[in-house]
C-alpha cells in the first residue's frame, strides 16, 4: 500500500529537478531548436517556392525564345521573298532594257542600211547616168548617120537602163 | 495452497525426466512461466536438504520501492546522503553507511533510525527526510543525461543554421518533429508553441527514465508515483491555470444540460477535472512498476524453482518482455504527452 503513497522527500527532488530541467531546456535548447527549425522549414518552402518561379521564369524565357526564333525564321522567309522578287524585278527590267536597246540598235542598224542603201543608190545613178552620158558620147562618136540604128540603140540603153 | 502442492509435483516429475526428454521440459518450463503468478512465497528443499527461504514479494517490493542505498547488484552496494530537518539538530547531512554496522544489521546513528526505508527520531520528534534516495539520484542521472544530450543538440542547431542536421541533432530532431506536428499541434491548435517546451520536456524526461530504469540495477523512478505526481500536478495546474471561457463554461455551466441536473453534473465534471491528472499519475507509475514486477517474477521462477530448464524458459520469457518493455517505455512517454496535449487543448479552446 505505501507504494501508492507519494513520499515528499521525491516529491520535492522531483518538483525541484523537473522544474530546472524545463527551465534550462526551455531556455537554451527548445526556443532556439524550434526557432532554428521553423527559420529552416520557412528556408525550405521559400526555397521550393522560389524553384517553381524559377522553372516558370524558365519556361517563360523558353516561350519567348521560341516565339522569337519563329518571328526571326518569318523574317528570314520574308526577306527571302522580298529578295527574290526585286531580283526577279531586276531581271525582267533588265530583259525589257535590253529589249529597248536592241531594238534601238535594230532601229538605227536599219536607218543606217537605209541611208548606205540611199547613198549607194544615188551612187549609183550617178554612175548610170555618167555611163549613159559616156554611151551617149560613145553612139553619138560612131554613129550618127543611121536614124533607126540610133533609136534602136538608144531604146536598148533606156531598157538597160531601168532594170537597174 | 494446492497450487503449491500441483507444482512441487510437476518439479518432481520433472526431475525425473530431467535429461531424458530435455525438449518436452523447456516447453514446460516456459509453460510454468507463463502459467505462474506472481508475489508468491515459496519454500524450497536445496539439494543439501536444508531449508532456504526466497521471499520473492519481499525481493520485488524492495526492488520497485525507493531505498536509501542503491544495491545495483547483491552486495554492490552505494550509500547515498541522507539530509534530514529537524527542529532540534537543524539540517543534518550524513551517509546512508553510518546506518549500517559490519553486518549489514541496521543500527541507530545520531539518534536517527532507519526502519523499513523510514527514518524516524529516536526521541519521537517529528523529521523530515530529503535524503537522494536511490530514485532521487535517478532523477539527477536522468535530468543529467537530459541536459547533456539537448544541450549538444542545442549546439548543433546553432552550428548548422540554415543546413541539414548533424550526429546527435539528427538523431532527435525527428523525434521532436514527431511531438511537435503529431502530438502537440492538433491536440492544442493555433497556441501550441506556449506548451511546446514543456511537452516536449515532459516527454524526453519520461522516456529517459523508462529506458533507464530497464537497464539492470536500476531504479524504478517513473514507476514511482511520486514522481509522476509531480508531472501530473504540472500538466493540472497548466491546464486549469490557461483555461478559457469555453472551458470553464463547459466545467460550471455545462451546455444542454437542464437546470435540475445541474446540482449533479458539477460534481462530476469538478470530479473530471481531477481524475485527468490522476489518471496520468497511476497510468505511468502503474505501467512501468508492472513490468518491472512481471520482468522480476519470471527471474525468481529460476530460484523458486532451482532448475536450469526453469532458468531457459525464464531467460526467454523475460527476453521477450523486455523488448516488450522497451516498447512500453516508449509508448508510455507518448501516451502522457499526448493526453497532456489533450488537455490542455481542451483547456485553451475557445468556442465549440
Not at chain 1, 551612187?123 to 553619138?140: F, G, P, Q, R, T
Not at chain 2, 537543524?90 to 523510514?118: C, D, K, T
Request: glycine share 6%; net charge negative.
Amino acid at each position: 500500500m505505501d507504494l501508492l503513497i507519494p513520499e515528499y522527500g521525491l516529491l520535492f527532488w522531483q518538483l525541484v529537478v523537473f522544474s530546472i530541467v524545463l527551465i534550462i531546456l526551455a531556455v537554451f535548447v527548445w526556443k532556439p531548436v524550434t526557432e532554428a527549425l521553423r527559420t529552416r522549414e520557412a528556408m525550405i518552402e521559400d526555397s521550393i517556392k522560389s524553384a517553381e518561379l524559377a522553372r516558370e521564369e524558365m519556361l517563360k524565357i523558353k516561350a519567348d525564345n521560341e516565339n522569337v526564333l519563329k518571328e526571326a525564321r518569318a523574317q528570314r522567309d520574308q526577306l527571302l521573298k522580298d529578295a527574290m522578287a526585286v531580283a526577279n524585278k531586276i531581271k525582267e527590267d533588265a530583259k525589257g532594257e535590253t529589249a529597248i536597246i536592241a531594238g534601238k540598235m535594230m532601229a538605227d542598224a536599219k536607218s543606217a542600211i537605209e541611208s548606205e542603201k540611199n547613198a549607194a543608190l544615188s551612187e549609183v545613178k550617178n554612175l548610170v547616168s555618167s555611163l549613159s552620158l559616156e554611151i551617149a558620147e560613145k553612139i553619138i562618136r560612131e554613129k550618127l548617120s543611121d536614124n533607126k540604128a540610133q533609136r534602136d540603140l538608144v531604146e536598148k540603153f533606156v531598157k538597160e537602163a531601168k532594170i537597174n | 495452497m494446492s497450487g503449491y502442492i500441483e507444482k512441487s509435483g510437476y518439479i518432481e516429475n520433472m526431475r525425473a525426466n530431467e535429461y531424458t526428454n530435455t525438449y518436452k521440459n523447456l516447453i514446460y518450463s516456459v509453460l510454468i512461466c507463463l502459467l505462474s503468478v506472481f508475489n508468491i512465497q515459496e519454500t524450497v528443499a536445496s539439494d543439501g536438504g536444508e531449508t532456504e527461504k526466497f521471499n520473492i514479494g519481499e525481493m520485488i517490493n524492495h526492488h520497485i520501492k525507493d531505498s536509501h542505498v542503491w544495491e545495483i547488484t547483491h552486495g554492490v552496494v552505494i550509500h547515498l546522503p541522507i539530509i534530514l530537518y529537524s527542529a532540534p539538530d537543524g539540517l543534518v547531512v550524513f551517509s546512508s553507511e553510518n546506518f549500517f554496522n559490519e553486518g549489514h544489521q541496521e543500527v541507530p546513528y545520531m539518534g536517527y533510525v532507519l526502519e523499513h526505508e523510514h527514518i524516524s527520531r529516536q526521541d519521537g520528534v517529528s523529521v523530515l527526510d530529503f535524503s537522494i534516495t536511490k530514485n532521487v539520484l535517478f532523477i539527477f542521472i536522468d535530468a543529467f543525461i537530459m541536459l547533456f544530450v539537448f544541450l549538444a543538440v542545442a549546439k548543433g542547431y546553432r552550428k548548422n543554421i540554415g543546413k541539414a542536421p548533424k550526429g546527435i541533432q539528427s538523431l532527435f530532431e525527428p523525434i521532436i518533429i514527431f511531438i511537435r506536428d503529431e502530438v502537440v499541434k492538433p491536440s492544442i491548435g493555433e497556441k501550441y508553441q506556449r506548451y511546446l517546451p514543456y511537452l516536449l520536456t515532459l516527454f524526453f524526461f519520461i522516456w529517459f527514465g523508462n529506458l533507464i530504469g530497464l537497464v539492470p540495477g536500476a531504479a524504478n523512478m517513473t514507476g514511482n508515483i511520486a514522481v509522476t505526481c509531480v508531472l501530473a500536478i504540472a500538466t493540472f495546474f497548466i491546464t486549469n491555470l490557461s483555461g478559457k471561457k469555453t472551458y470553464w463554461s463547459h466545467i460550471f455551466n455545462t451546455p444542454g444540460v437542464p437546470w435540475w441536473l445541474r446540482p449533479i453534473i458539477l460534481p462530476v465534471e469538478i470530479i473530471g477535472v481531477l481524475t485527468k491528472p490522476v489518471s496520468l499519475m497511476v497510468r505511468l507509475f502503474v505501467s512501468i512498476t508492472a513490468g518491472h514486477i512481471v520482468v522480476l517474477s519470471l527471474i525468481s521462477l529460476t530460484f523458486i524453482f532451482h532448475s536450469w530448464m526453469v532458468g531457459f524458459g525464464s531467460t526467454v520469457i523475460v527476453t521477450l518482455i523486455t523488448i516488450i518493455e522497451l516498447l512500453v517505455a516508449t509508448i508510455q512517454a507518448y501516451v502522457f504527452t499526448m493526453f497532456t496535449s489533450l488537455y490542455i487543448g481542451m483547456a485553451v479552446e475557445e468556442h465549440h
